[in-house]
């Protein structure tokens, strides 16, 4: 069965530094998510991209996250600099096109910012 | 207001008993709503979803979930709990904010009691 790939699983950064996460799609997804999930709460969307363009980001603090999908295929979620409220999972998921169901999602990367 | 909610953070019910979680749901027109578990430091996997048609789904592991319209609920259900249901479960509905999306619930644990 397909999967949507993320790494690194665990991250652990020093407040101030660079952390970088990144998503491999299902091949042939043309919708890309990135989520945010703090502990006991939801997944949020942060980012969401069709191919290579940016659809959605209002959620996306802009002043020190940044995201990328050059070719349209895998992904890039930056943080810089790292802030202790940013400890969470962060989340990828894929889907064909951009109808809102038939999402995949990755085992996500676990950030932890001391 | 939340455009989904889930009313419980916490639901426990013993081996072998019926389960519910709830859901209810706050979008105009026809919703589409989905259900994903979590397992620890996982990704979110798909039960579930409704789109049309028969007001009760079936979906994996011997999940079900009731759509009622008049009490705009999606309530996550099944016969006879096992311990290995034991997990995080969210609701979630499909959103137009300048593309399709979908937003979460906050979560409920299941905890299955041996």
């Known amino acids: 069965e397909a999967e949507v790939a993320q790494s690194p699983r665990y991250k652990i950064t020093e407040k101030s530094q660079a952390v970088a996460f990144w998503c491999d799609p299902i091949?042939?997804?043309?919708?890309l998510y990135w989520y945010r999930q703090i502990l006991g709460q939801g997944p949020e969307l942060l980012v969401q991209?069709?191919?290579?363009?940016?659809?959605?980001d209002s959620q996306l603090p802009k002043d020190r996250f940044s995201a990328e999908r050059l070719k349209g295929v895998d992904s890039t979620l930056k943080i810089q600099p790292a802030e202790l409220g940013d400890s969470a999972m962060y989340l990828c998921?894929?889907?064909?096109?951009?109808?809102?169901?038939?999402?995949?999602f990755g085992s996500g990367t676990r950030l932890t910012v001391v | 207001a939340q455009s989904v909610a889930q009313p419980e953070d916490q639901v426990n019910v013993a081996e072998g008993n019926p389960l519910t979680v709830k859901c209810t749901y706050s979008v105009s027109g026809n919703p589409y709503l989905f259900w994903y578990v979590q397992y620890p430091n996982r990704g979110l996997q798909f039960l579930l979803k409704?789109?049309?048609?028969?007001?009760l789904v079936k979906g994996s592991y011997g999940f079900e979930a009731e759509f009622n319209k008049s009490q705009t609920s999606f309530h996550l259900k099944k016969p006879s709990a096992l311990v290995s249901d034991s997990a995080l479960y969210f609701c979630?509905?499909?959103?137009?904010?300048?593309?399709?999306?979908?937003?979460f619930g906050k979560g409920t644990k299941l905890s299955v009691i041996p």
């Open positions: 979630a509905v499909r959103e137009w904010a300048g593309s399709y999306q979908l937003t």
């Open positions: 991209f069709q191919d290579e363009s940016v659809v959605d």
């Open positions: 091949s042939g997804h043309a919708t």
């Open positions: 409704y789109i049309t048609g028969d007001n």
């Open positions: 998921a894929s889907s064909l096109s951009g109808d809102g169901y038939g999402y995949t």
